[in-house]
């Protein structure tokens, strides 16, 4: 008995290294560390928010402190009178940024789907460099501090940060096809949490000179990586003669290997000849639209958990240090190396993961599972003790459950979206569906850094974490009809196999 293409594919990985060339392993790490410099410029911000409080408050006094006159010039940088005051500006901030961002990711999408997403990465990567420059660095040794000055900053700090994340996914998403997606994107996507240890380490190595040189030296080193990737990123295999993935394969179990995960198996032969974009005599595909690309199978579930699920990653991303510093009284420096851990659980998790998901061809039950030990974990690092050992282990952990699945929606999952047989794997709807599902999960983690500050003062951390667990959830509840049909279609699938046998 025949069996049917989706079970008769090739390895994953077979097929991923029988077409890997020195072009792929050039474009993975040029787009892996464009990323982590765009995070690490972020993760500045989140590792120095103790430093800025107490730069922004004024400090106490006793019997023998000496008193400058005027008051007013020697504390002009006292923009609030309690920490308190500052802890909640620093929310807003973070608010601020990640609701620019998401309104970025939105128009980034379309723009880099229609221009060269080459020169759209290296424009935000140096952009945004600059800005993080003035508002650090610039403004502390000018001795210039206003609020609505921090705000506008960071503002177009978002909008240029979100050219980033679309891009690479778009120029992945063109070099490496299905063929080991979950487990090549799994380990690419840690690019994040590479990005957020970086950063912790550049901060707490030069922190003690000052939060500003934390800033001057991310800035610095992320306006040289724009200047790499605009001479040397590859955005498709045709600028070097290589055929394009959507290109017809030579056999039929190559073509069935490079099927994205979120086809239908049980589809018709008709239906699978129906395409978004109208079919165009020229070679290039036109871009996908907005509201095409929305109503593409899987994008609003997938987008609405991620919102729920990048809330609790990003508030991870943005408390943790303060968290440790504010909760158990540690030095900032030794916060920041700790937080550390979270992400080094995030890198593992995804590339498990997404291996994981390879093997079984579906990815919503490993999320589903991952999920589920998450909430576990979660309450488990809220009640951590106060002993760095023990609180850098649940910290691996939480972040192997939490952001591992993270990493898997917005990077193998949004590449499998953007490749479906509605969209005939055109590398134009890439950018443009990432950036809905990265523009619509940043609006929920925007809601919830506010959300974060606001219960953190009035109840206290531990509602904090019930809140995370509350979020984490949901997640679950979005993807439900999509697991109930995966795992349906494996039982399917292991169905037919016993009866071939």
Aim: charged fraction near 15%.
């Amino acid at each position: 008995m025949a069996l049917p293409g989706s079970l008769r594919r090739q390895p994953a990985n077979r097929g991923l290294v029988s077409r890997c060339t020195h072009h792929h392993i050039v474009v993975f790490l040029l787009t892996f560390f464009s990323y982590s410099l765009l995070h690490a410029s972020r993760k500045t911000f989140s590792n120095v928010k103790v430093s800025i409080s107490s730069q922004w408050t004024p400090s106490c006094r006793n019997s023998t402190a000496p008193e400058l006159q005027p008051y007013e010039l020697w504390n002009s940088g006292r923009l609030f009178p309690s920490a308190e005051e500052a802890t909640l500006f620093l929310g807003t901030l973070d608010t601020i940024f990640l609701f620019s961002y998401a309104v970025g990711l939105f128009v980034s999408g379309i723009v880099g789907d229609r221009l060269n997403l080459r020169w759209v990465l290296s424009f935000g990567m140096c952009s945004s460099a600059l800005v993080v420059f003035f508002f650090g660095t610039l403004t502390e040794w000018l001795h210039f501090y206003n609020k609505w000055f921090y705000c506008c900053l960071w503002v177009v700090n978002g909008l240029l940060q979100s050219t980033g994340w679309p891009c690479v996914v778009a120029v992945m998403g063109n070099w490496f096809g299905k063929a080991g997606r979950g487990f090549v994107f799994g380990l690419w996507s840690a690019c994040a949490s590479v990005g957020n240890i970086l950063g912790a380490f550049l901060a707490s190595c030069v922190l003690n000179y000052g939060y500003e040189y934390a800033f001057l030296v991310t800035a610095s080193v992320q306006f040289a990586g724009g200047v790499i990737v605009f001479f040397g990123l590859l955005t498709s295999p045709k600028e070097v003669g290589l055929p394009e993935l959507g290109a017809d394969e030579d056999t039929v179990v190559e073509e069935d290997a490079n099927r994205p995960l979120m086809g239908s198996d049980d589809a018709d032969d008709d239906d699978r000849n129906y395409s978004i974009q109208a079919t165009d005599t020229d070679n290039q595909p036109k871009a996908i639209g907005f509201f095409q690309a929305c109503c593409l199978p899987g994008v609003v579930l997938y987008s609405l958990a991620y919102a729920c699920l990048k809330l609790v990653n990003y508030s991870f991303f943005f408390w943790l240090p303060f968290y440790l510093s504010n909760n158990f009284g540690w030095k900032e420096a030794e916060a920041d190396q700790l937080s550390i851990w979270y992400d080094v659980g995030g890198i593992i998790g995804g590339t498990i993961q997404g291996l994981i998901s390879d093997v079984l061809q579906k990815r919503a039950p490993v999320l589903a599972i991952s999920l589920l030990f998450a909430v576990g974990s979660l309450f488990g690092y809220s009640r951590s003790p106060n002993s760095k050992p023990i609180n850098a282990v649940i910290m691996a952990i939480t972040g192997f459950f939490i952001g591992g699945p993270s990493n898997m929606i917005s990077s193998a999952i949004s590449a499998d979206l953007g490749r479906q047989d509605l969209v005939k794997g055109s590398s134009e709807a890439l950018a443009t569906v990432t950036g809905i599902v990265d523009g619509t999960g940043s609006i929920g983690a925007a809601v919830g850094q506010y959300l974060v500050s606001l219960i953190q003062e009035n109840l206290g951390w531990m509602w904090v974490f019930y809140f995370f667990i509350l979020m984490t959830s949901s997640t679950i509840l979005f993807i439900s009809p999509l697991i109930v049909r995966e795992i349906r279609l494996l039982l399917h699938e292991r169905h037919l196999r016993m009866l071939a046998e």
